[in-house]
């Protein structure tokens, strides 16, 4: 069965790591060199697995309510030898087995995008870069600002990159990961951002990659990335620009046809040293196109204008609000408002650990197969009953046997309706980290 093969590639993650785990141990001569109930396959396991509800109650439920379980306390100090890159390597090991059990499309097209997670600690715990103290709240928190990147396609986090948040930059962030992310063979990824991730630094870190941008800019009135460029007098256009970049004021310095942009030192730019005489070319479209009546939306990209013509260019960014639904059932459904920890070190685990269920609750969704009948509306997979059902699963040993996953799923359906649409709101809508006490038994 399928869920078998998912199951046995998540083990096959977790065993690779273990087999090196004093490269994830905190002391590498002791950690993890005896034999305990919580050893670290089933530590990081359990992590995976685990749910909203207090720590004792996962570990009930964790281990078949046996009254001869791990403690809580014992599993606090046996996660306090594990390094959160541990967690993380079994992240990425999971969604490189999982990735041949798709097909490969031409253009691979990944959203990047940020959230910002809240718990409580202390001090003691927790470093300044961390705390947050808003001027609602006498108390104050702690924040961890994540940079995802996530799969349109396929609906799963690719890789993201865990920042505090009075260190939060979310270019360095994108720059970082778009250096280090995989290009399947036969295949261009596509970065989506929107007006946060539009700068030429970031351009020019994907064109390095030999890979393609879609990032949504200031409209061409406002003074942003494209203003002062020569536009057609037709309120919607696709147009080719040549940009030369300079970090320098010498008038040394020429440029034969296009636009000359200074970067000044202030602005991040990794292939030209501030002061140098260097140059660096940049060419892209700039599409502008109706959203109503008195409305238009800007973007650049260094797709083919032959293959992505406006009409498909708007539709492939009308597509980057699949991250923006991801982080809702992230946050909300696979659990990762309710932390386990005062720690940011745990926090960290548990981060990447919502990441690694949420894509296997994902792609065990999109290999079910749903009936389609003469019926108003087709049908999806109901994500919080697939995200408790693959909790369950990763939960039980492989000597209980196992649970008809895909059968489960099949029988929990919603209706797609795509006509119902919100306003999103106009202000951010804070939520104070849960209390422990308050957690569901």
């Not at 399928?2 to 998540?10: E, G, Q, T, V």
């Not at 808003?134 to 994540?146: D, E, L, R, T």
Request: proline share 5%; glycine share 4%; hydrophobic share 35%.
């Amino acid at each position: 069965m399928f869920h078998d093969k998912i199951k046995s590639l998540f083990i096959d993650a977790v065993n690779s790591v273990v087999s090196i785990i004093p490269n994830y141990a905190v002391n590498p001569e002791k950690d993890f060199t005896r034999r305990k109930k919580f050893p670290a396959d089933k530590l990081i396991t359990f992590l995976v697995a685990e749910g909203s509800s207090s720590t004792k109650v996962e570990l009930l439920d964790f281990f078949d309510m046996d009254v001869r379980r791990p403690t809580a306390s014992a599993f606090n100090q046996q996660r306090a030898k594990l390094k959160p890159e541990a967690v993380e390597a079994v992240f990425h090991q999971f969604n490189e087995a999982a990735q041949p059990l798709v097909g490969i499309p031409d253009y691979h097209f990944l959203a990047a995008d940020g959230s910002t997670v809240t718990y409580f600690s202390s001090p003691q715990f927790s470093t300044p870069e961390y705390f947050v103290e808003p001027g609602h709240s006498a108390k104050g928190f702690y924040s961890i600002h994540i940079n995802a990147f996530y799969d349109l396609d396929r609906h799963t986090y690719t890789d993201a990159l865990l920042q505090p948040v009075h260190e939060k930059d979310e270019f360095r962030a994108f720059c970082d990961i778009v250096d280090r992310h995989p290009v399947l063979h036969g295949s261009k990824n596509v970065y989506v951002g929107d007006r946060g991730y539009c700068s030429y630094n970031n351009m020019a870190h994907v064109i390095e990659q030999g890979q393609y941008f879609l990032f949504r800019t200031k409209d061409i009135h406002s003074r942003g990335l494209v203003h002062n460029f020569d536009f057609p007098e037709e309120d919607s256009f696709d147009i080719t620009v040549k940009v030369t970049l300079v970090r320098s004021h010498s008038k040394k310095i020429t440029v034969s046809g296009g636009y000359k942009r200074f970067v000044d030192k202030a602005t991040a730019f990794d292939y030209i040293e501030y002061g140098s005489g260097d140059i660096y070319g940049l060419s892209f479209r700039i599409i502008r196109f109706p959203l109503s009546e008195n409305t238009y939306e800007c973007v650049v990209t260094n797709l083919p204008a032959e293959e992505f013509p406006p009409e498909r260019i708007k539709e492939c960014y009308y597509g980057r609000w699949g991250i923006e639904s991801s982080f809702r059932r992230l946050k909300y459904t696979i659990g990762l408002n309710n932390f386990h920890s005062y720690k940011p070190e745990y926090i960290k685990q548990e981060i990447w650990a919502r990441l690694t269920a949420y894509n296997i609750t994902e792609t065990l969704i999109s290999h079910t197969i749903t009936e389609t009948h003469d019926t108003k509306h087709n049908y999806q997979v109901n994500f919080a009953v697939a995200a408790h059902i693959c909790r369950t699963f990763l939960r039980l040993p492989a000597e209980k046997g196992g649970i008809d996953v895909m059968s489960l799923l099949e029988k929990e359906l919603l209706p797609i309706r795509k006509e119902r649409h919100y306003e999103r709101l106009k202000t951010a809508h804070f939520r104070k980290p849960r209390y422990f006490i308050y957690r569901a038994s």
